[in-house]
């Protein structure tokens, strides 16, 4: 078993990693839902990967949120004799067993954002990419207790519960407005949203149906920080005394904040993820060691610097 190491992504890595010897890989790649803005973008970042890189052939399948959908897909892939595989897990509990699978066949296997549950114990064929989900929930609500001066009834949006990220998207929120200067802002409802815009709309209009007073929805990602928008909208209510803040920064997201919509997003580098992942596996299916932990950071966006990530 290999020691455990971290990194956060570099140029320097980066270009490193981009300098690949020209051999043929066929990488199969299993997604938690095609049906998400956010994972778009990270397709997006492996397409660019393969594109840079001819000898790099992707094949692309829809877990659709299933996690035996998802099993059967990385035991599809080992029976086709892939050289790699690059897993969006639908759920971290279960990785345990597709880093079995993959170590017992002699494949490579990268995570890609959603963290493995074996994250420290993986083996020498098998890497994790992503952010670390400590920094999103975290910079986001403490941008959040800026903004409302420490004080204020907050509505706090989860994706679904048994994903990595929104548990510790959630935890940084909770973490950050216990600390003493945040600590006039009480969280008087929690719920999952599922990273949908059309359920949080729902959820949003049952917590404004049902007369509850807030000051700001934090939403585990863009989606649903939106869905809250159109609901609030809906409802009449301005805007302009609510803080919204979200995570992602989507392109929806970033419109929403150029209208003055959107108050708060994290941007988290999809494209980037996508590309390292892809490379990462290839690299391993060439037999080159790469870092176990690839940590590519979170940055806070808002109305001052939201100009650097329009596109």
């Keep these: 078993m290999s020691t455990f190491k971290t990194l956060t ?3 320097s890595l980066i270009a490193a990693t981009l300098a690949l010897p020209a051999q043929a890989a066929n990488i199969g790649v299993t997604m938690t839902s095609f049906d998400n803005p956010f994972l778009d973008i990270l397709m997006d970042g492996m397409k660019n990967a393969a594109h840079d890189n001819p000898d790099i052939t992707l094949q692309f399948e829809d877990a659709n949120l299933d996690i035996g959908r998802q099993m059967n897909q990385v035991q599809s892939f080992i029976a086709a004799g892939v ?9 971290g509990d279960t990785t345990a067993t597709l880093t079995q699978m993959a170590e017992e066949a002699g494949m490579p296997i990268v995570y890609v954002n959603h963290p493995p549950i074996d994250i ?14 400590l920094d999103s929930g975290t910079i986001q609500t ?3 207790c800026q903004l409302l ?9 989860m994706g679904p519960l048994e994903n990595h990220a929104a548990h510790t998207r959630t935890k940084d929120i909770e973490d950050v407005v216990s600390r003493a200067e945040c600590n006039g802002i009480t969280i008087v409802e929690k719920q999952t949203a599922n990273w949908s815009r059309t359920q949080a709309y729902d959820l949003m209009t049952n917590w404004i149906t049902s007369g509850i007073e807030y000051d700001a929805v934090i939403a585990n990602n863009d989606e649903m920080a939106l869905g809250a928008v159109q609901a609030i909208e809906a409802s009449g209510r301005s805007l302009d005394d609510v803080v919204i803040a979200g995570i992602d920064a989507t392109s929806d997201g970033l419109i929403a904040m150029k209208n003055g919509q959107l108050d708060i997003t ?46």
């Design 142 to 144: 403490e941008q959040v």
């Design 120 to 133: 420290h114990m993986l083996p020498d064929n098998a890497a994790f990419v992503g952010s670390n989900e």
């Design 149 to 157: 001066n420490g004080h204020g009834n907050a509505l706090v949006m």
């Design 83 to 91: 050289d790699g595989i690059v897993v969006n897990a639908v759920d």
């Design 266 to 311: 994290v941007f988290q580098n999809a494209v980037k993820q996508g590309e390292v992942a892809v490379l990462s596996v290839y690299k391993i299916s060439q037999g080159k060691p790469v870092e176990r932990n690839i940590w590519i950071p979170f940055e806070l966006v808002t109305q001052d610097n939201l100009h650097d990530y329009m596109k």
């Design 9 to 11: 992504l570099s140029t």
